[in-house]
Nanobody
Framework: QVQLVESGGGLAQAGGSLRLSCAASGNIFSGNVMGWYRQAPGKQRESVALISSSGIANYLDSVKGRFTISRDNAKNTVSLQMDTLKPEDTAVYSC?????????WGKGTLVTVSS
């Protein structure tokens, strides 16, 4: 089993910044992919940013140039630096870890961006 615990999030004004962090524990194997998903009210969950254990990152088009994902393999952590936030970034953000065909999820943290 894998446990994911998120921290960060909260309220920010448009144009501001927030940082999300996630710590993974349990049976973690190399070659996993960690990342962040979000779900806004009334919308489907979408992948925001993913990063492989080798550091290759992929971003949702709407956050490219504004969000930066990073990870520390030694500590099994992943972070998401969110800059130039927009009201449409408001959502519950969840940390994920994918390994050996299985997704693991954190409980999620709310990010609210006011205009």
């Amino acid at each position: 089993q894998v446990q994911l615990v998120e921290s960060g999030g909260g309220l920010a004004q448009a144009g501001g910044s927030l940082r999300l962090s996630c710590a993974a524990s349990g049976n973690i194997f190399s070659g996993n992919v960690m990342g962040w998903y979000r779900q806004a009210p009334g919308k489907q969950r979408e992948s925001v940013a993913l990063i492989s254990s080798s550091g290759i990152a992929n971003y949702l088009d709407s956050v490219k140039g504004r969000f930066t994902i990073s990870r520390d393999n030694a500590k099994n952590t992943v972070s998401l630096q969110m800059d130039t936030l927009k009201p449409e970034d408001t959502a519950v953000y969840s940390c994920s870890l994918f390994q050996r065909g299985v997704y693991y999820w954190g409980k999620g943290t709310l990010v609210t961006v006011s205009s």
